[in-house]
């Protein structure tokens, strides 16, 4: 299973971190992508995580705002999101592709989160 938490209210310019805490599951071999999606839009990559946490992967748009991380000993991956813009409002969600995967086609995540909800005011 896979449980993000961390969302809420942020005004603009502010900061947010979300985690997914991950169970049920070997952890330490799978790599963590973050997805998000916003009314009336479709659902799009934002991060990935390679399972050792020395490849990371980013929605070119959200380069240096956003970071990825985790802690395989908390079986927690991390999703720091600084400089919100109204834009970055969305649901967000964790997943899990398939084992030796760790890019963004959505395609390739198999094991889904429920979403956390992130609003930014302007």
């Known amino acids: 299973q896979l449980q993000a938490s961390g969302g809420g209210l942020m005004q603009a310019g502010g900061s947010l971190r979300l985690s997914c805490v991950i169970s049920?599951?070997?952890?330490?071999?799978?790599?963590l992508g973050w997805f998000r999606q916003a009314p009336g839009k479709e659902r799009e990559f934002v991060a990935a995580?390679?399972?050792?946490?020395?490849?990371?992967t980013y929605l070119d748009s959200l380069k240096g705002r956003f970071t990825v991380s985790r802690d395989n000993a908390k079986n927690t991956v991390y999703l720091q999101m600084n400089s919100l813009q109204p834009e970055d409002a969305a649901v967000y969600y964790c997943?899990?592709?398939?084992?030796?995967?760790?890019?963004?086609?959505?395609?390739?995540?198999?094991?889904w989160g429920q979403g956390t909800l992130v609003t930014v005011s302007s």
């Open positions: 997943a899990a592709p398939r084992a030796g995967y760790s890019g963004s086609r959505e395609a390739e995540y198999d094991y």
């Open positions: 995580i390679s399972w050792t946490g020395r490849a990371t």
């Open positions: 049920g599951r070997t952890f330490g071999n799978y790599a």
